[in-house]
């Protein structure tokens, strides 16, 4: 047997209420399991719709600054994104709980207005302007996807830790205990029914002495 146990009742007690907490237990765990599994997908689905509408605008200000480098070059751009920003980001770091699992937000505070460069207009052009006002508009989306895919990896680690512990409970503490309990119930019938093999033969014995005592009277 995988579970040494002694064959008592105080024992078989034990072991039937530790097998009802695993059995509830069990079925917790799995509740859990699928709502975080849940949840998951709802920040799969938005992580993959932010990081699609990221990509898509990275992609066109990359272009975007492209063109501004073959109109201006590449000195004239990196001395101009060099200057002193004009509006700063701030990010205000929270907490949330999701079935156990407390998880980063991230709330971006300020940045990102239109007309807010970090540089004058005079020696720039229009593509690089524009470049520059969609990256600080995109902010906001960067720190929410950053946000949501922390979230997503957290989610997943706890998800697996969840999953491991419903398996552990399922095809071994719950089968084991349930083998221990058949164990000892089968012992203390068998103890039973020796002890009452005991007593009927005692009981002949008596019976064949008191016999013999009234035949010998």
């Known amino acids: 047997m995988a579970i040494r146990v002694n064959p008592t009742r105080m024992e078989l007690s034990r072991l039937k209420k530790r097998l009802k907490t695993a059995v509830k237990g069990h079925k917790l765990l799995k509740d859990k399991r ?31 600054v492209a063109v501004a480098s073959a109109m201006m070059g590449e000195a004239a751009i990196g001395e101009a994104l060099l200057s002193e920003a004009g509006g700063d980001v701030s990010v205000t770091v929270g907490e949330r709980n999701i079935m156990g699992v407390t998880v980063p937000t991230f709330t971006a505070d300020g940045g990102g207005e239109v007309g807010d460069l ?36 957290m989610l997943a680690d706890e998800i697996e830790k969840t999953r491991r512990r419903v398996n552990a409970l399922e095809h071994v503490m719950i089968p084991e205990t349930r083998q221990a309990i058949k164990f000892i119930s089968m012992k203390l019938e068998d103890n039973e029914r020796s002890s009452v093999t005991r007593l009927m033969k005692v009981k002949d014995m008596i019976l064949k002495e008191q016999e013999a005592g009234q035949r010998r009277a």
């Not at 849940?38 to 990081?51: A, C, G, K, T």
Request: aromatic fraction near 8%; charged fraction near 30%; glycine fraction near 6%.
């Open 118 to 153: 970090p540089y004058g207009f005079a020696f720039t052009s229009a593509e690089l302007d524009g470049a520059v006002l969609d990256l600080a508009g995109l902010m906001p989306k960067l720190i929410e996807l950053a946000q949501v895919e922390k979230t997503c990896s």
């Open 34 to 64: 699928d709502e975080m599994v849940r949840q998951f997908m709802l920040y799969i689905r938005r992580n993959r719709e932010l990081r699609a509408e990221v990509e898509a605008a990275l992609g066109q200000d990359m272009k975007r």
